[in-house]
């Protein structure tokens, strides 16, 4: 007998063989992952204040903050690395995972599919995006890697562009594809401080220093200062002269609100455990309708009529309660709110950086105006460049300061602390901090 023929009742009996495990009597198709809190429970929003204006509002934070576990015993400012999951998250997570370890392979083999749909639908819907255009992968660097690699219209001859203040690995990836192509490899040293003109003007002087220029990379936000780019309007002027652009995500959903068409680009990837507050191992592959062409299918796949996204990535067997979990990870994001998210995390930023901005030892590193900056941001002490000056200072702010931090090693200028608060950081954290950045003179 084929599974579909199978005519068990599936509820009846996930019930029989699960007695207790609450996430198994959700129906198929309706993910095991209902958010565990309401909007009736969620910090009430004060009437009328702007995101801005609710930025500054430490009692509402405050209260945010409660539906997060707590780390004792260290400020924690790293947060770019991945992110805290919201308790009802978390539970949910739990839960599907607790679900998938007793089900196994009779949840994967007959209903995960139809549960991954939902999952995906939600993602797409979440970025703006058509469900086609959208696959799940395990981050953005799968997503991402897989662009750059399968990216099928260079020559010999034909340049690909980066930046300093791209991925790390991504970088790598881009020289690797140029030695291995035979492609001209341009790397644009952005400036350490730069606004939304600056960027622009250094993306267009490039396009004009080669017009062998085929494809780039774009970071929306940079993992070394938060340095947000231009994106739509370097697209938009590198789309007219025919280059194409893969779209760094990875740190901009969730930390930004946006919707992925305004950036303006056919190809993106995105991860959703950093910024979102999924558990880990979650991305998403986004490719604009009508742009598959010209990045083949992986290798292996085949999609003779170019129309399966999903044909770009083959991910196997994945973290597949992280996927079940996405729907209650997205509807705690919007019952937070992107605008509000990205007005706090902008202005924990602006709090620790305005002040440090006055500190004559201190370099902020990143966005020059309002517009570059995000709640990410980076700092070193003046002249003080390398690896070793950056260790040293990430170990002073953490053992003398309590403060935690992480070195970041890839911009042109010179290694940096990069600071990035969360949505249950308070004031009193980012006082700390900038105790700590007095006191390093
Ligand atoms: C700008 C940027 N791109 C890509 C990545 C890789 O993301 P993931 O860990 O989801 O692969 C990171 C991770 O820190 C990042 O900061």
Redesign the pocket.
């Known amino acids: 007998m084929s599974e579909d023929a199978t005519n068990f009742d599936r509820r009846s009996m996930l019930k029989t063989l699960t007695a207790g495990a609450v996430c198994t009597l959700a129906a198929p198709g309706m993910a095991h992952s209902a958010p565990q809190i309401s909007a009736a429970e969620f910090p009430a929003f004060p009437k009328g204040l702007s995101p801005e204006s609710l930025a500054g509002d430490e009692s509402f934070w405050a209260k945010v903050a409660l539906f997060y576990d707590t780390a004792q015993g260290i400020v924690n400012l790293e947060h770019?690395?991945w992110g805290k999951m919201s308790r009802p998250v978390q539970e949910a997570y739990v839960d599907n995972t607790r679900m998938v370890n007793t089900d196994l392979s009779y949840y994967a083999r007959k209903h995960y599919k139809d549960d991954e749909r939902v999952s995906t639908l939600k993602v797409a819907k979440a970025l703006g995006a058509r469900e086609d255009e959208v696959v799940l992968t395990r981050?953005?660097?799968?997503s991402?890697h897989n662009l750059i690699r399968q990216y099928n219209r260079l020559e010999p001859d034909d340049a690909i562009l980066y930046t300093d203040i791209d991925?790390p690995?991504?970088k790598d990836t881009m020289r690797w594809l140029a030695a291995s192509g035979n492609l001209e490899a341009v790397e644009v040293k952005l400036p350490a401080q730069a606004n939304q003109q600056q960027i622009l003007d250094k993306y267009i002087e490039a396009f004009d220093k080669h017009p062998n220029l085929k494809l780039m990379l774009l970071?929306h936000?940079?993992?070394q200062h938060g340095l947000i780019l231009p994106v739509a309007k370097i697209s938009a002027i590198a789309k007219l002269r025919g280059i194409d652009v893969i779209c760094?995500c990875?740190?901009s959903w969730g930390l930004l609100d946006f919707n992925i068409t305004e950036l303006n680009v056919d190809w993106a990837g995105f991860?959703l455990?950093?910024w979102i507050g999924s558990p880990v191992g979650v991305?998403a592959l986004y490719m604009k309708k009508g742009s598959l062409k010209k990045v083949s299918p992986y290798p292996g796949e085949s999609d003779p009529k170019n129309t399966s996204v999903s044909a770009r990535v083959h991910t196997a067997t994945v973290n597949f309660a992280s996927i079940l979990t996405l729907p209650a990870a997205i509807d705690f994001h919007n019952m937070l709110g992107g605008a509000n998210k990205e007005a706090r995390l902008r202005y924990l930023h602006a709090l620790w950086a305005s002040e440090a901005r006055k500190m004559p030892h201190i370099e902020v590193l990143g966005g020059s105006d309002g517009e570059s900056c995000s709640g990410m941001g980076a700092f070193r002490l003046v002249g003080r460049t390398t690896l070793e000056d950056a260790k040293n200072l990430q170990q002073r702010l953490e053992n003398e300061f309590g403060v935690f931090t992480v070195v970041r090693v890839g911009l042109s200028s010179g290694c940096c602390i990069r600071v990035t608060p969360q949505v249950f950081t308070s004031a009193n954290d980012i006082s700390q901090l900038l105790i700590a950045l007095k006191n390093l003179g």
């Open positions: 770019g690395y981050n953005a660097t799968e991402i991925y690995s991504f970071t936000v940079s993992n760094d990875a740190q991860n455990h950093k991305g």
